[in-house]
């Protein structure tokens, strides 16, 4: 599987942008999917992730009512929706797939496909 990520870029505080993780090799209609990113100096954070098995998205709390990740299965693509943005929400952005995303959270690196990551800078 290769994971193909899109959609970063600059923006001012309060825009949105929209990432995109394309898949190809195969579907993930079996696969949880993350967003994850890494500010300089930090260490990497999960962001949201979509399980499969029950459909349920998760995201953490600074971002929550903010983001939001969602997929299309005909497109074999997820997304993360990203609103209102903030300075803090500057970082290299990853997307992910993996049959359990919560051992990837938890810091389980093989594996797990990954695409490789887009800038987002916001400026206030």
């Known amino acids: 599987v290769q994971l193909q990520a899109s959609g970063g870029g600059l923006a001012q505080t309060g825009d949105s942008l929209r990432l995109s993780c394309a898949a190809s090799?195969?579907?993930?209609?079996?696969?949880?999917m993350g967003w994850f990113r890494q500010a300089p100096g930090k260490e990497r954070e999960y962001v949201a992730v979509?399980?499969?098995?029950?459909?349920?998205?998760y995201d953490i709390e600074s971002v929550r009512g903010r983001f939001a990740i969602s997929r299309d299965n005909a497109k074999n693509t997820f997304y993360l929706q990203m609103n209102s943005l903030k300075p803090e929400d500057t970082a290299v952005y990853y997307c992910?797939?993996?049959?359990?995303?919560?051992?990837?959270?938890?810091?389980?690196?093989?594996?797990?496909?990954w695409g490789r990551g887009t800038q987002v800078t916001v400026s206030s």
């Open positions: 992910a797939a993996d049959p359990n995303i919560w051992l990837v959270v938890t810091g389980r690196t093989e594996g797990a496909y």
């Open positions: 090799g195969r579907t993930l209609s079996s696969y949880d």
């Open positions: 979509f399980t499969w098995r029950d459909g349920r998205t």
